[in-house]
Each structure stands twice: as structure tokens, then as C-alpha cells.
């Protein structure tokens, strides 16, 4: 997850390229239960009307649907694309639900989870009045396939009847992907390989949004989308960094009851520096005044400054998304083989150094399970080797002794060279003094950016001990657990997320049994069951959830923020 940002998934885009960078996110945290709006920006009666300004860091590249990878239809995005389903656009855990959007209800499975039928809503219509048919919808996956627009999520490849092999509308000779049935403009049929009871989150993704074949130009699709949301694109320019939307005229809040849809115009600036960016909400001059970010967090300097002035403080908003922060270990590279030293690195972790390490307890909370700890992930409270706030040195020099390494060991902790980040230098150095306590010896060895992230998701590269994160696609267990810890995710040509090379088959069956449900609060708590059986493996060691920390300007209203995305929801938000 993650991103926040622009794209969770960019965050989920973090999740599955590397996973990247933790950018901003929500969820009940495990003592506030549940995000937190900036406090007087929140209040006050929201009105239509006026400009909402967004300042970004990250610019909003590949405006396609079929190229977009979002949590939940992302928050920019989701302005101009609706789905079959979209998230709840409602605060705290009430936001991690599914909800219908284009489609009359979340879907209606076979059996056996295997087929799934949705139907469209009465009225919709695009930006220039034509109607919106399934045939649009289906085109919209169909184009997703295509590799000149690649980047989307990944998994109607796999879910898909027939997508493996399938190459997109531009190459199908007008075939079309048989497994997509639609008998008549309303209903749309969906065939999978296997039982998936959360396709109603997939269906969240933009790769559900109706594309009219008439108006797809391919790669420059994205300079104009047609819009079936309540807002559409103006103007876009230099690939996303500077973008214009108006309202469509066309969009019927009858059939939207998600997206609030209150300013006129909303004006998307990127490519700023994230302490300008602060520090123009901060000052809330001018049009800034009506601004938010959908991807920069407060830093713990920037926080300790408004923390202390209490007009500013009441513009935060608090939220936590579906993240973890993680020591990765390769069992393949010696001493990692043996568990009684990853058990004696895990009972020997300072989670408080940490945490500190990223800015305090403000902004991240120390983890001892991988699922994040919200109900909707199915997080199951379990701590398998229980080190307190600051670590068991006894503990794991006795495991040390027990490993035969009764002098200690020296290690090598490979981490990134991005500095106050979560896999950056000061957490990094913070394990290494901790493990000092307990006789391992940490040698640091730092790398750059993308040199980091090939070297630590290439199977053949993957060093024994460093740092890692992972972020949500949807808030379940399953976006969380099944690409990290599935025996058969294991990828030894390309990006491998299954750093431990876990492939345990009474794991890799549970992940298939859950997947079977489609009542997902059944589901849930199977989730948190298999975390507790995986973390007793110690493949991992949990260290911290984030916290994101946000500004907005002075005259910003209605400030909602789900558990599903952990930042403010722009389809919300009012400047009036």
C-alpha cells in the first residue's frame, strides 16, 4: 500500500514493485480506533461551489484507467472514473467497506465464488450525455491487458478465464476476452480460474471503468479520459503534473451516493517540494487557503511546530493505512537458515528505538504482527517472540547460544540510503545498536534508491537481513499475506515478494480455502489465524505500522478519512 498518494497502491504499485515507500494511509489505529479529521477544518456546513487547489509532490502520471494502480480507484482518479464498486466514502472503519458505485450491489457470486454477475444502475452516462453500457466496461478491462498499457494491477491476468494469454483489444482480431460476458447493456458477467470471494474489491480498481471503444486513442487516452465521475479533465499537462477538472455536467448524484462532489473546479499541481508544500498549507495564503495534499505527510520537525501552535493543529488529520514495516530475512543465505537466529534477531529488536528512528510515536506504532492492526485486515493480537518495548538481549543471546554462536555473530543489514525513511539509515542504525546488546555485531550497508529496491525483490540478488515494507491493495488479509508468504508467488526472474521463500503447503492451502469465501467477515479472522501460524516462522519481524499526518488550508471543510486509504477523501471535501 500503498501512498498514498496518488496511487496507493501506488502504494499498492509500491506493494507490488517493490513496495516501495509508504505514502499516506488510515485505519483504526489500535488506540485512537479510528482516524482522525483536521479538527475545525472538518467543521462547518459544507456547501457547493468554489476552487479547491491540491498540491502534490508526485505527479499524476498515466491518467488511464488501464494503466492506473490505486487502492480502492485512488483519490484523484476516482473523481473522473467510476467503477462497479468503489470504497465507502466514510470515516474510520466504516470506510474499509465495499460498496456499489456503477453497479446495483457489490456483486452476486455462483456457488462457489467462481462467476460473478453485477448489473448497472439506471441513468448513467458519460461527460458528453451518451449512455454507459457493460460492452464499455468490459472494452475498459480488455485495453487493461494490452502492453503498450501496462502498469495497472495484476491480477485479472490471473483471475481471469484465458487472461494469461490474452494481449488486449488492439491485438484480439475484435475477439474480445471471452471470459467477460455481456448478455445486454446492463449486465455484465465475470468467469475466474478459481474461487475469489473479494472480487468486489478488485472491482474497485480503474480497470473497472467503462472506456467508450469509440474514443480510445491508446496511449494518449490519458490527456483526455472520458469522464463517467463527477468531474471532468480540462486540462493535463507536462504527463499529470499540472491538472485541471471541472464538473460533468452530465454526472447524477442520484446514481452516486459515494462522491460529495462540492467545489467547482479542482486545480491538481505536482512536482513541489514536500516542505513547501507544508509550509504553503501552513500559511494558507491566498488560494492555499482552499488546499489539501493527497501525498505529503508531516515530518516530526514539521509536526513538532504545529503540534505547538493550536490553530494549525486543529488543520491535521490523522489517519493509518493497511502498512507494515518489516526485517526481511533470505533463509537461503547462512546464518539466516536457522530459525533460532531470526527467533534471536526478533526477541532482540528495539521497537521503541524504532519507532523513534521514524519520527515517534506520532507517527508510527510498533508492530508485532504483519497484518496491520485493523479488524477489516482480520489483525489477530499475537506477539510470538515477545521482547517488550525495548528487546530481550538474554533472550536471544540464549537462542544465539543454542544456534551455536555463543561469542555472538557479525551480520550485514542492507538498507536504503533514503534518509527519515522507513527502511532508511535511522532505522537501520537503531537495530544495530539494539542487536549490539544482545552480541550480534551489525554491519550496515547502505544503497541507493533503485539500486535498494532491484536488489532486495531480485530473487537471485536478495541479501540475507534488510529492510522491508508492504502495503494494502484492499483492506483484507489476503492483498497482505498471499503475495509475500505464498509458496507459489515465489518469482526467480523478476520482482519476488516472497523474500523468505516461504512455501509452506499448509499455508499456500489456507490462502486457497479463504479465498473460497465471499463472506468476508468469515473470512477475516482466518486471515489473522494464518499471520499468527506465519509469524511463528520468524521469515519476518514486524517493527512498525505508520502514521500519516496532513495539513490542509484554512477554508477546507468536511475532511473525511477511511481506514481503506488513510487520507483525506478529495470526493468529500469542501471549500464553501
Same mark, same amino acid.
Given at each position: 500500500?500503498?501512498?498514498?498518494?496518488?496511487?496507493?497502491?501506488?502504494?499498492?504499485?509500491?506493494?507490488?514493485?517493490?513496495?516501495?515507500?509508504?505514502?499516506?494511509?488510515?485505519?483504526?489505529?489500535?488506540?485512537?480506533?479510528?482516524?482522525?479529521?483536521?479538527?475545525?477544518?472538518?467543521?462547518?456546513?459544507?456547501?457547493?461551489?468554489?476552487?479547491?487547489?491540491?498540491?502534490?509532490?508526485?505527479?499524476?502520471?498515466?491518467?488511464?484507467?488501464?494503466?492506473?494502480?490505486?487502492?480502492?480507484?485512488?483519490?484523484?482518479?476516482?473523481?473522473?472514473?467510476?467503477?462497479?464498486?468503489?470504497?465507502?466514502?466514510?470515516?474510520?472503519?466504516?470506510?474499509?467497506?465495499?460498496?456499489?458505485?456503477?453497479?446495483?450491489? $457489490?456483486?452476486?457470486?455462483?456457488?462457489?465464488?467462481?462467476?460473478?454477475?453485477? @448489473?448497472?444502475?439506471?441513468?448513467? @452516462?458519460?461527460?458528453?450525455?451518451?449512455?454507459?453500457?457493460?460492452?464499455?466496461?468490459?472494452? !475498459?478491462?480488455?485495453?487493461?491487458?494490452?502492453?503498450?498499457?501496462?502498469?495497472?494491477?495484476?491480477?485479472?491476468?490471473?483471475?481471469?478465464?484465458?487472461?494469461?494469454?490474452?494481449?488486449?483489444?488492439?491485438?484480439?482480431?475484435?475477439?474480445?476476452?471471452?471470459?467477460?460476458?455481456?448478455?445486454?447493456?446492463?449486465?455484465?458477467?465475470?468467469?475466474?480460474?478459481?474461487?475469489?470471494?473479494?472480487?468486489?474489491?478488485?472491482?474497485?480498481?480503474?480497470?473497472?471503468?467503462?472506456?467508450?471503444?469509440?474514443?480510445?486513442?491508446?496511449?494518449?487516452?490519458?490527456?483526455?479520459?472520458?469522464?463517467?465521475?463527477?468531474?471532468?479533465?480540462?486540462?493535463?499537462?507536462?504527463?499529470?503534473?499540472?491538472?485541471?477538472?471541472?464538473?460533468?455536467?452530465?454526472?447524477?448524484?442520484?446514481?452516486?451516493?459515494?462522491?460529495?462532489?462540492?467545489?467547482?473546479?479542482?486545480?491538481?499541481?505536482?512536482?513541489?517540494?514536500?516542505?513547501?508544500?507544508?509550509?504553503?498549507?501552513?500559511?494558507?495564503?491566498?488560494?492555499?487557503?482552499?488546499?489539501?495534499?493527497?501525498?505529503?505527510?508531516?515530518?516530526?520537525?514539521?509536526?513538532?511546530?504545529?503540534?505547538?501552535?493550536?490553530?494549525?493543529?486543529?488543520?491535521?488529520?490523522?489517519?493509518?493505512?493497511?502498512?507494515?514495516?518489516?526485517?526481511?530475512?533470505?533463509?537461503?543465505?547462512?546464518?539466516?537458515?536457522?530459525?533460532?537466529?531470526?527467533?534471536?534477531?526478533?526477541?532482540?529488536?528495539?521497537?521503541?528505538?524504532?519507532?523513534?528512528?521514524?519520527?515517534?510515536?506520532?507517527?508510527?506504532?510498533?508492530?508485532?504482527?504483519?497484518?496491520?492492526?485493523?479488524?477489516?485486515?482480520?489483525?489477530?493480537?499475537?506477539? /510470538?517472540? /515477545?521482547?517488550?518495548?525495548?528487546?530481550?538481549?538474554?533472550?536471544?543471546?540464549?537462542?544465539?547460544?543454542?544456534?551455536?554462536?555463543?561469542?555472538?555473530?557479525?551480520?550485514?543489514?542492507?538498507?536504503?540510503?533514503?534518509?527519515? !525513511?522507513?527502511?532508511?539509515?535511522?532505522?537501520?542504525?537503531?537495530?544495530?545498536?539494539?542487536?549490539?546488546?544482545?552480541?550480534?555485531?551489525?554491519?550496515?550497508?547502505?544503497?541507493?534508491?533503485?539500486?535498494?529496491?532491484?536488489?532486495?525483490?531480485?530473487?537471485?540478488?536478495?541479501?540475507?537481513?534488510?529492510?522491508?515494507?508492504?502495503?494494502?491493495?484492499?483492506?483484507?488479509?489476503?492483498?497482505?499475506?498471499?503475495?509475500?508468504?505464498?509458496?507459489?508467488?515465489?518469482?526467480?526472474?523478476?520482482?519476488?515478494?516472497? $523474500?523468505?521463500?516461504?512455501?509452506?503447503?499448509?499455508?499456500?492451502?489456507?490462502?486457497?480455502?479463504?479465498?473460497?469465501?465471499?463472506?468476508? @467477515?468469515?473470512?477475516?479472522?482466518?486471515?489473522?489465524?494464518?499471520?499468527?501460524?506465519?509469524?511463528?516462522?520468524?521469515?519476518?519481524? /514486524?517493527?512498525?505500522?505508520?502514521?500519516?499526518?496532513?495539513?490542509?488550508?484554512?477554508?477546507?471543510?468536511?475532511?473525511?478519512?477511511?481506514?481503506?486509504?488513510?487520507?483525506?477523501?478529495?470526493?468529500?471535501?469542501?471549500?464553501?
Amino acid at each position: 500500500m500503498r501512498h498514498t498518494s496518488i496511487s496507493s497502491r501506488n502504494v499498492a504499485r509500491a506493494a507490488a514493485i517493490a513496495v516501495v515507500l509508504a505514502v499516506g494511509a488510515v485505519a483504526c489505529g489500535p488506540e485512537d480506533g479510528g482516524a482522525k479529521s483536521a479538527g475545525s477544518a472538518a467543521s462547518g456546513t459544507p456547501h457547493k461551489g468554489g476552487a479547491l487547489s491540491v498540491l502534490n509532490n508526485e505527479a499524476q502520471t498515466d491518467f488511464d484507467p488501464a494503466r492506473l494502480y490505486t487502492s480502492g480507484g485512488g483519490n484523484v482518479p476516482s473523481l473522473v472514473f467510476r467503477t462497479l464498486t468503489t470504497r465507502k466514502r466514510a470515516s474510520g472503519a466504516e470506510g474499509t467497506k465495499v460498496v456499489p458505485d456503477l453497479a446495483t450491489d $457489490t456483486g452476486r457470486p455462483n456457488a462457489d465464488a467462481t462467476v460473478w454477475t453485477y @448489473t448497472l444502475k439506471d441513468g448513467l @452516462t458519460y461527460e458528453d450525455g451518451s449512455p454507459i453500457t457493460t460492452a464499455d466496461i468490459k472494452y !475498459g478491462i480488455e485495453r487493461s491487458f494490452a502492453a503498450e498499457l501496462s502498469g495497472g494491477a495484476p491480477y485479472l491476468r490471473d483471475w481471469l478465464v484465458g487472461g494469461a494469454k490474452y494481449a488486449g483489444p488492439y491485438k484480439d482480431g475484435g475477439k474480445g476476452l471471452d471470459s467477460i460476458e455481456t448478455p445486454d447493456a446492463k449486465t455484465i458477467v465475470f468467469h475466474l480460474n478459481k474461487p475469489e470471494g473479494e472480487f468486489p474489491f478488485l472491482a474497485t480498481q480503474t480497470q473497472f471503468a467503462p472506456v467508450p471503444k469509440a474514443k480510445d486513442n491508446g496511449t494518449k487516452y490519458e490527456e483526455h479520459p472520458v469522464s463517467s465521475g463527477p468531474y471532468k479533465v480540462v486540462k493535463n499537462e507536462n504527463d499529470g503534473e499540472h491538472l485541471v477538472l471541472a464538473r460533468n455536467p452530465h454526472w447524477s448524484e442520484a446514481t452516486d451516493s459515494e462522491r460529495k462532489a462540492y467545489p467547482d473546479t479542482i486545480d491538481v499541481r505536482s512536482g513541489l517540494d514536500q516542505a513547501v508544500i507544508n509550509q504553503r498549507l501552513s500559511a494558507s495564503q491566498g488560494p492555499d487557503a482552499a488546499a489539501v495534499t493527497t501525498d505529503t505527510n508531516l515530518g516530526p520537525a514539521e509536526l513538532a511546530k504545529v503540534s505547538s501552535d493550536k490553530q494549525l493543529a486543529a488543520r491535521v488529520g490523522t489517519g493509518h493505512f493497511g502498512y507494515t514495516n518489516y526485517i526481511a530475512f533470505n533463509p537461503n543465505v547462512k546464518p539466516f537458515d536457522n530459525p533460532k537466529v531470526r527467533q534471536a534477531i526478533a526477541y532482540a529488536v528495539d521497537r521503541t528505538s524504532a519507532v523513534n528512528a521514524v519520527g515517534g510515536s506520532s507517527l508510527a506504532e510498533p508492530a508485532t504482527t504483519f497484518l496491520p492492526n485493523q479488524k477489516a485486515f482480520g489483525y489477530t493480537p499475537y506477539d /510470538p517472540f /515477545p521482547a517488550g518495548a525495548s528487546g530481550n538481549a538474554d533472550k536471544a543471546r540464549e537462542l544465539l547460544k543454542e544456534a551455536g554462536y555463543a561469542d555472538g555473530l557479525t551480520v550485514t543489514l542492507t538498507h536504503s540510503n533514503a534518509k527519515g !525513511g522507513p527502511k532508511g539509515p535511522e532505522v537501520a542504525t537503531a537495530l544495530q545498536d539494539a542487536l549490539k546488546k544482545a552480541g550480534i555485531t551489525v554491519k550496515l550497508q547502505g544503497l541507493e534508491g533503485n539500486d535498494y529496491n532491484d536488489t532486495v525483490a531480485s530473487a537471485k540478488k536478495e541479501p540475507g537481513f534488510f529492510l522491508r515494507g508492504w502495503g494494502a491493495d484492499w483492506p483484507s488479509g489476503g492483498p497482505f499475506l498471499a503475495p509475500i508468504f505464498d509458496g507459489r508467488q515465489i518469482v526467480q526472474d523478476g520482482a519476488n515478494f516472497n $523474500t523468505g521463500f516461504l512455501n509452506d503447503p499448509s499455508v499456500n492451502s489456507e490462502i486457497d480455502e479463504i479465498n473460497k469465501l465471499t463472506d468476508l @467477515t468469515a473470512a477475516a479472522p482466518r486471515w489473522g489465524a494464518l499471520d499468527k501460524k506465519i509469524g511463528e516462522q520468524a521469515v519476518v519481524v /514486524p517493527l512498525f505500522h505508520p502514521v500519516y499526518k496532513r495539513l490542509v488550508g484554512k477554508d477546507v471543510k468536511n475532511v473525511v478519512i477511511s481506514d481503506w486509504t488513510g487520507v483525506l477523501d478529495i470526493a468529500q471535501v469542501a471549500v464553501k
